[in-house]
């Protein structure tokens, strides 16, 4: 079982923006910056598009964008495009235990 | 453009060990945390570890198992996962981090295990 909670599922139409939630506790995501998300299409390797809860990497869209606050840190994906249709997981630095800490991943549809 | 590749047995028996390999083509393989990573529909995503600059971290669970290495002359690190179970079946990734608790940045293609005899 994953130590970070995220929705299953979010959709949304063509051009609408959705957001995915993560929540943790303040040994993860409440209590450090390390919060980071990644892009999965089925049979591929996971890409990073947001590290450091707000930073994109070179050549992601600035579609994506990353918040936090509290224990919860949220993935804004503006101007849906069918491209987005993926699977979506948060990781988080945990100051207990693994390390290392990730959501189960949410899938995101566009209608 | 860094990139990762994995190599190693598909199948591995149970009880035995797991051994796969990350070549890495860039020649700054000792500047990183380089990552193991694995996934499974029963488990998720799982962090196993990480090799820095001659030093290791290991997810508690797994590391009475897991021994991670690094050999420069081929730009490999690598990971053995000793006395494995079907539950120990997944796709590994390697994967970089360009520092302590930092976000993986380049990830390998990953590469599918299964534990079956």
């Known amino acids: 079982q994953s130590a970070l909670t995220q929705p299953a599922s979010v959709s949304g139409s063509p051009g609408q923006s959705i957001t995915i939630s993560c929540t943790g506790t303040?040994?993860?995501?409440?209590?450090?910056?390390?919060v980071s998300w990644y892009q999965q299409y089925p049979g591929k390797a996971p890409k990073l598009i947001i590290y450091h809860v707000t930073d994109r990497p070179s050549g992601i869209s600035n579609r994506f964008s990353g918040s936090k606050s509290g224990n919860t840190a949220s993935l804004t994906i503006s101007g849906l495009q069918a491209e987005d249709e993926a699977d979506y997981y948060c990781s988080s630095y945990t100051s207990i235990s693994t390390l290392y800490t990730f959501g189960a991943g949410t899938k995101v549809t566009v209608l | 453009q860094v990139q990762l590749q994995e190599s190693g047995p598909g199948l591995v028996e149970p009880s035995e060990t797991l051994s796969l390999n990350c070549t890495v083509s860039?020649?700054?393989?000792?500047?990183?945390?380089w990552n193991w990573i694995r996934q499974s529909p029963g488990r998720g995503l799982e962090w196993i570890g990480y090799?820095?600059?001659?030093?290791?971290n290991y997810n508690p669970f797994l590391k009475s198992r897991v021994t991670m290495s690094l050999d420069t002359s081929k730009n490999q690190f690598s990971l053995r996962l000793t006395s494995v179970s079907a539950a120990d079946t997944a796709v590994y990734y390697c994967a970089r981090a360009p520092g302590w608790r930092d976000a993986f940045d380049i990830w390998g293609q990953g590469t599918v295990v299964t534990v079956s005899s």
């Open positions: 090799f820095y600059s001659g030093s290791t």
């Open positions: 860039s020649d700054s393989i000792l500047y990183y945390y």
């Open positions: 303040s040994t993860d995501v409440g209590g450090y910056n390390y």
